[in-house]
């Protein structure tokens, strides 16, 4: 099967997870079960904007490549050719991490 793509619509966006932390802070080693979720990623892909009233698109304020923070009870999880990927619109991003 060849290598799926995304393209999401509106003002989505496909952020690719980080990996959980698999110990503590004390070198407890975390069963799958026991991790927690990350709520950190890379954008991987960014739709074109929402569609505005005017007819013209709407600019994203994040980008490919941009490492953001999200709401843990937003988008979609999806599996994207073996890397688990979160589906989410513009507004369920909270922050974007800056260099």
Do not use: C
């Not at 980080?18 to 991987?44: H, N």
């Amino acid at each position: 099967m060849a290598k799926e793509k995304l393209r999401p619509l509106d003002d989505r966006v496909v952020v690719e997870l980080v990996d959980a932390e698999e110990t503590t802070a004390g070198g407890i080693v975390l069963p799958d079960s026991a991790q927690e979720k990350p709520q950190l990623g890379t954008v991987v892909a960014v739709g074109p904007g929402r569609l505005l009233e005017s007819g013209n698109r709407g600019e994203l304020s994040v980008a490919i490549g941009d490492h953001v923070y999200f709401g843990k009870y937003g988008g979609v999880d999806q599996e994207l050719n073996g890397r688990e990927v979160k589906i989410l619109r513009e507004g369920d991003i909270l922050a974007k991490v800056v260099d």
